[in-house]
């Protein structure tokens, strides 16, 4: 039990339709990341927050946009979505600068089927 | 950007024999990371690497960075059906902001 945890567990939508997920990051944390994992493959990162700024970015496009508030939950958005958004999205929360260093613990993920 | 190689890619061993993954990155390690996912869940964290030669262990898992840092190894010892997953490996550049994957090794011990 790490403490993240992420709502939905599941979803399904159509392609062009926009999507919220939800991340509530483990108590103390201030560091949110998420990332999307396609079947058989490892984690892609997509954005990082830190205190309610991206802190980093992968190789996505600007329909993933994320927010952070001040009690450090998070939210993924995706707009116009398409089939290849189907996957597993994973939040992870982590403490900058804390000891041991910005080890990352993950929620159970939200799983997007695009129809 | 680092890109993590994980070897096998899938594995199957008959409980109570031992076992070893490995990981090798296309750059110097800074800081690498073991993660167990079970299928389509969250990933759960085993442990952190840092320096040349470190070695951790808990419980029968044991893992290592290699002095170059550029490879680490996951061992288990005397495997145990709990140990099937998808054994992750991740690591993170200087300035630790985001982890790359490599893409797992899935691990079934037949009981």
């Known amino acids: 039990e790490t403490g993240v945890t992420q709502s939905p567990t599941h979803l399904i939508k159509t392609r062009g339709q926009q999507v919220t997920l939800r991340c509530s990051s483990q108590?103390?944390?201030?560091?949110v990341s998420w990332y999307q994992q396609a079947l058989g493959q490892g984690p892609q990162f997509i954005f990082q927050?830190?205190?309610?700024?991206?802190?980093g970015r992968g190789n996505f496009p600007p329909r993933f946009s994320g927010l952070q508030f001040p009690n450090y939950s998070s939210e993924l958005n995706v707009n116009a979505l398409e089939l290849d958004d189907s996957a597993l999205y994973l939040c992870?929360?982590?403490?900058?600068?804390?000891?041991?260093?910005?080890?990352?613990?993950f929620g159970a993920g939200t799983r997007l089927s695009v129809l | 950007s680092q890109e993590l190689e994980q070897s096998p890619q899938s594995l199957i061993v008959q409980e109570g024999k031992n076992l070893t993954i490995n990981c090798t990155s296309s750059?110097?390690?800074?800081?690498l990371y073991w993660y167990k996912q079970k299928y389509g869940e969250g990933l759960i964290f085993l442990m952190m690497?840092?320096?040349?030669?470190e070695e951790k262990s808990h419980e029968k898992i044991t893992a290592k960075l290699d002095e170059k840092k550029q490879q680490s190894s996951l061992h288990i010892t005397a495997s145990q059906p709990s140990h099937a997953g998808i054994y992750l490996c991740?690591?993170?550049?200087?300035?630790?902001?985001?982890?790359?994957f490599g893409s797992g090794t899935q691990l079934t011990v037949l009981p």
């Open positions: 992870a929360s982590s403490l900058a600068g804390g000891s041991p260093k910005n080890i990352q613990y």
């Open positions: 108590s103390g944390h201030n560091t």
């Open positions: 927050y830190y205190r309610e700024e991206e802190n």
């Open positions: 750059k110097t390690l800074y800081g």
């Open positions: 690497l840092q320096k040349g030669g």
């Open positions: 991740g690591a993170s550049p200087g300035s630790a902001r985001q982890l790359t």
